[in-house]
């Protein structure tokens, strides 16, 4: 099992900067990729970003390419999302999730941090 706990979010106007934090505990050598979503209210939970555990690489939804960028500390079991140039189309509750094998099933979930992005 692993244990996500994401950390970070808050109020911001638009075009300010966020970074969020997601930590893993527990069987974190079983991370595969680890990724963002967030969910709007009334919208589905959408993809924003994801990051292979071991060699960095990473794919980001592309309404955010070149805005935010995810990078983890493996010696911290964190993974981060530093958000840029917010808009106000980028407010949603974010979530931390992460794979054992995959880029497109998660098998772990955290329990999401707020963005508002609001003047």
């Given at each position: 099992?692993?244990?996500?706990?994401?950390?970070?979010?808050?109020?911001?106007?638009?075009?300010?900067?966020?970074?969020?934090?997601?930590?893993?505990?527990?069987?974190?050598?079983?991370?595969?990729?680890?990724?963002?979503?967030?969910?709007?209210?009334?919208?589905?939970?959408?993809?924003?970003?994801?990051?292979?555990?071991?060699?960095?690489?990473?794919?980001?939804?592309?309404?955010?390419?070149?805005?935010?960028?995810?990078?983890?500390?493996?010696?911290?079991?964190?993974?981060?999302?530093?958000?840029?140039?917010l808009?106000?189309?980028?407010?949603?509750?974010?979530?931390?999730?992460?794979s054992?094998?995959?880029?497109?099933?998660?098998?772990y979930?955290?329990?999401?941090?707020?963005?508002?992005?609001?003047?």
């Amino acid at each position: 099992q692993v244990q996500l706990v994401e950390s970070g979010g808050g109020l911001v106007q638009p075009g300010d900067s966020l970074r969020l934090s997601c930590a893993a505990s527990g069987s974190t050598g079983s991370i595969y990729t680890m990724a963002w979503f967030r969910q709007a209210p009334g919208k589905e939970r959408e993809f924003v970003a994801t990051i292979n555990w071991n060699s960095g690489s990473a794919y980001y939804e592309d309404s955010v390419k070149g805005r935010f960028t995810i990078y983890r500390d493996n010696a911290k079991n964190t993974v981060y999302l530093q958000m840029n140039s917010l808009k106000t189309e980028d407010a949603a509750v974010y979530y931390c999730a992460a794979s054992r094998g995959s880029y497109y099933k998660y098998d772990y979930w955290g329990q999401g941090t707020q963005v508002t992005v609001s003047s």
